[in-house]
């Protein structure tokens, strides 16, 4: 026997099968069912309180939906194609299940405003896990800087050595892009938590409904203020998924580098066993595959934006099914974003660095030749003056093979007569660092400081 739709009085003739396959959601959005199933249940209690159904009928309603949750949840539920979506396979069951009245639970609401309801809670959930995880990644660098902060690494410009840096200073910079990425989502938050209930297919109802009650009853910072938006809006979606974007953006910054000082080349890292692959041909390969998945995993997630912009892009109001394209797109955002931040901070403990080789390859390139500038401008010659100064000596050493810290004073002194012996307490990359003094830089003070407080801060968030 055909199976009924909800919709389906004005229609002689039964859905053709292909187009059941076609215009099915359950297989995906069925994740939402938690969601589906509280927002039912607000929207009872509400319709209820406004006399709309009486509190038998309420009480009814309520204990077959929680019996049909805690189905699914232990797996005893069985999701149909023919009822499209979660929202008519919950209902078509409770039907089932306490008969007529269970068609009441559908007065002044609509799928439209169902689907925008669930996505937002889910979304609210979603930006819970990912800050967490962020959370975590954060604490993990700030004990890895712990570790290994005060070596010197050459800090890098156009992927050439420029000044040195702490290994502390540089995941710092990371911890202060996760701190942006993390209450950028806080700030996403504020838009996604406002309830759409109430709005119904798109103009609101003729019933007389309190969209405060279940917006309430949901935790929302207050119900929707226009039916029509409220319907066609998945502003918040894209929000979210353009700060998942720039989380994995971030990500793959990292994972670049990672892979670049993991390569013989460099050899800065030692990433744990456990954490790499190896190949299937060559027997003394151990690749980076985690760094390099997170470094592509940012492709789809680009990808997920942009399909939710173009899906958006030109679409009349309010509600189209267009919109329930979004689901797989904001989905897989978030969870290959969670993925990846978590495997990532895992991936961080087990890695070492090696020390003795990053600070061996800072000596290469004149990184301290800076400092000599700096140290001429402290002695009243203008800084493009003292730019050009150094350059000559640079250009002088660059083939001897020696290093700024082996030119004598008599050779300095031909450079400029205002060079003294302390000039030597800015050379090598280890004095040169210790000189660093200005608000945020990688003077080892300021970065031990950092490193104190953010450890503070981050295990105070994670409780
Ligand atoms: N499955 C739909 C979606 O995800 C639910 C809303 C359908 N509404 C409708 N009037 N067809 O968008």
């Known amino acids: 026997m055909a199976i009924k739709k909800a919709w389906g009085g004005r229609f002689k003739k039964k859905t053709a099968s292909s187009v059941e396959s076609f215009t099915e959601s359950i297989s995906y959005d069925r994740r939402l069912y938690k969601y589906d199933i509280e927002g039912s249940i607000a929207h009872t209690k509400m319709l209820a309180k406004c006399n709309l159904i009486t509190g038998k009928e309420k009480d009814v309603i309520i204990k077959g939906l929680r019996e049909i949750l805690s189905d699914i949840k232990a797996d005893k539920f069985k999701f149909k194609t023919e009822q499209e979506d979660i929202h008519m396979n919950v209902e078509s069951v409770l039907v089932k299940r306490i008969g007529n009245v269970a068609k009441k639970l559908h007065t002044a609401r609509s799928r439209n405003d169902q689907i925008a309801l669930d996505l937002r809670l889910w979304v609210r959930d979603q930006i819970k896990d990912v800050v967490g995880a962020i959370t975590n990644l954060q604490l993990e660098m700030i004990l890895k800087a712990k570790v290994f902060g005060k070596g010197v690494l050459p800090g890098f410009t156009h992927l050439q050595h420029a000044q040195p840096i702490l290994i502390g200073h540089y995941f710092l910079a990371y911890v202060e892009m996760l701190e942006r990425d993390r209450t950028r989502l806080g700030d996403c ?275």
């Open 189 to 463: 938050l504020k838009r996604v938590n406002k309830s759409p209930l109430g709005a119904c297919a798109l103009g609101g109802t003729t019933l007389n409904i309190k969209p405060e009650i279940t917006s309430k009853l949901l935790d929302f910072d207050s119900p929707f203020d226009n039916s029509l938006d409220a319907v066609s809006d998945r502003d918040f979606c894209l929000e979210f998924a353009a700060s998942l974007a720039i989380i994995s953006m971030h990500l793959s910054r990292l994972s670049e580098e990672w892979i670049i000082w993991s390569s013989q080349e460099f050899d800065f890292l030692d990433i744990d066993d456990s954490y790499c692959t190896g190949s299937s041909i060559m027997p003394q390969k151990k690749n980076p595959d985690v760094l390099e998945l997170i470094r592509a995993k940012c492709g789809r997630v680009y990808g997920n934006l942009f399909s939710l912009l173009t899906i958006m892009k030109a679409l009349p109001l309010s509600y189209n099914r267009d919109m329930q394209e979004d689901k797989e797109a904001i989905f897989d955002s978030s969870d290959t974003v969670k993925d990846c931040l978590i495997i990532l901070k895992k991936l961080i403990k087990k890695t070492t660095f090696k020390i003795d080789n990053i600070e061996r390859s800072c000596q290469k390139g004149f990184p301290d030749a800076t400092g000599i500038a700096d140290y001429l401008v402290k002695k009243g010659i203008p800084f493009r003056e003292a730019h050009e100064i150094v350059g000559k000596m640079v250009k002088k050493h660059s083939k001897s093979g020696k290093e700024l810290s082996d030119i004598s004073i008599k050779d300095f002194k031909q450079f400029s007569p205002l060079i003294d012996k302390d000039i030597y307490e800015t050379l090598g990359v280890k004095n040169y660092i210790k000189q660093y003094r200005s608000h945020g830089s990688t003077s080892p003070k300021l970065v031990q400081k950092r490193i104190s407080a953010w450890e503070k801060k981050l295990q105070k968030l994670i409780g």
